[in-house]
Nanobody
Framework: QVQLVESGGGLVQAGGSLRLSCAAS??????MGWYRQAPGKQRELVAI???????NYADSVKGRFTVSRDNAKNTVYLQMNGLKPEDTAVYYC?????????WGQGTQVTVSS
């Protein structure tokens, strides 16, 4: 079985930083990344990273967030700097291989003004 466990969420003031981690059990995945979902809104892509380090970001977080991965630990990270209230959401880790897609349970990020 595959499990993805997120950690690092919390409550921060606007302009602050958080670092999210997602530890995966099982396979090394081709793509790993982060999605988020605010109350009443649809889930959206935040950032993804390939197995050799290529990355893509949503325009709304570009220049503020950095996604990285440690394949030896099978862990993906999201460093979030310059947080804004509109970043408030539940952040979900995602991992995709050739034959499967997996989701974590989510970690809450709340940014106050």
């Amino acid at each position: 079985q595959v499990q993805l466990v997120e950690s690092g969420g919390g409550l921060v003031q606007a302009g602050g930083s958080l670092r999210l981690s997602c530890a995966a059990s099982g396979s090394i995945f081709s793509l790993m990344g982060w999605y988020r979902q605010a109350p009443g809104k649809q889930r959206e892509l935040v950032a993804i990273i390939g197995s050799v380090g290529s990355t893509n970001y949503a325009d709304s977080v570009k220049g503020r967030f950095t996604v990285s991965r440690d394949n030896a630990k099978n862990t993906v990270y999201l460093q979030m700097n310059g947080l804004k209230p509109e970043d408030t959401a539940v952040y979900y880790c995602n991992a995709r291989g050739i034959l499967s897609t997996h989701w974590g349970q989510g970690t809450q990020v709340t940014v106050s003004s």
